[in-house]
């Protein structure tokens, strides 16, 4: 039986990330060679656009909208070099990078000057291959006939059921950075955590206890030709996880 593997990650909030950890997933790549590859959302934080991290900036005094597209690029040449050709690249859009939407449309732009650029563009993501879903709350790649891939809507305590329950079919968020499933009969729902540092300056606005109930994971879809698929979520502890009886 011949799959199609995808490895899913989802909200490493660059330049944010947990740079070890997302080194581990390119490891992975290189090792099983996915046919498909989708950021699920949040890949960067725009922690400069935020209005909500107003009062937190003295945190991050030197971090500017340019500096931290920098470091995004870096992050992505690191996966993409992982990643065999013709590989299936998704980059589908979160609530962060919707930031940039919510910033242009308040029309005050010209303190960002040229660095006021979509994270489309930025990231060079056409150049790069990734086909791009700009609207976090409606866009999705589906996977086989039955799997949707979505960054997420919805942050209750059980993310993963709630979907399920609105969506009425099997889905893999992001979004509440936990890792959760809620399998009901023949449709399940998979919340694959984050990849960022918990130890960043740039989660502070969020408390120590939020902080605490968040984990580190990924996922492997697998999809055969009938449009049947099979998830496997990945989580990490001490900054370590297994695939395949490796231990990254």
């Known amino acids: 039986m011949k799959l199609e593997r995808y490895v899913i990650i989802s909200d490493m909030h660059a330049p944010f990330?947990?740079?070890?950890?997302?080194?581990?997933?390119?490891?992975?790549?290189?090792?099983?060679?996915?046919?498909?590859?989708?950021i699920n959302g949040d890949g960067v934080d725009l922690y400069s656009l935020a209005r909500f991290n107003a009062d937190s900036l003295d945190l991050l005094r030197d971090l500017t909208l340019e500096k931290e597209y920098r470091l995004a690029n870096a992050m992505m040449d690191d996966l993409d070099s992982a990643l065999p050709k013709g590989c299936k690249k998704h980059y589908l859009y979160g609530?962060?990078?919707d930031r940039y939407r919510r910033e242009k449309e308040r029309g005050d732009r010209g303190k960002y000057g040229a660095a006021l650029r979509s994270p489309e563009d930025a990231l060079r993501l056409a150049e790069r291959g990734y086909e791009i879903g700009p609207d976090y709350k409606e866009?999705?790649?589906?996977?086989?006939d039955h799997l949707e891939v979505t960054h997420g809507i919805y942050t209750t305590v059980q993310a993963a059921k709630r979907h399920l329950d609105e969506f009425q079919?099997?889905?893999?968020?992001?979004h509440t950075h936990r890792l959760?499933?809620?399998?009901?009969?023949?449709?399940?729902?998979?919340?694959?955590?984050?990849?960022?540092?918990?130890?960043?300056?740039?989660?502070?606005?969020v408390s120590r206890t939020q902080r605490d109930k968040w984990t580190q994971s990924l996922g492997v879809a697998s999809v055969?030709?009938?449009?049947?698929?099979?998830?496997?979520?990945?989580?990490?502890?001490d900054g370590r996880f297994i695939y395949n009886g490796k231990v990254y």
């Open 17 to 38: 990330q947990d740079k070890a950890l997302v080194g581990k997933v390119a490891r992975l790549m290189l090792d099983v060679r996915p046919e498909g590859f989708i």
């Open 224 to 237: 055969n030709g009938n449009g049947d698929f099979w998830m496997e979520p990945i989580q990490v502890h």
């Open 180 to 205: 959760q499933m809620f399998v009901n009969g023949k449709r399940g729902a998979w919340n694959v955590g984050f990849l960022g540092d918990m130890k960043s300056a740039g989660f502070r606005y």
């Open 139 to 144: 866009d999705f790649v589906l996977l086989g």
């Open 169 to 174: 079919g099997s889905v893999v968020i992001g």
């Open 95 to 97: 609530n962060h990078e």
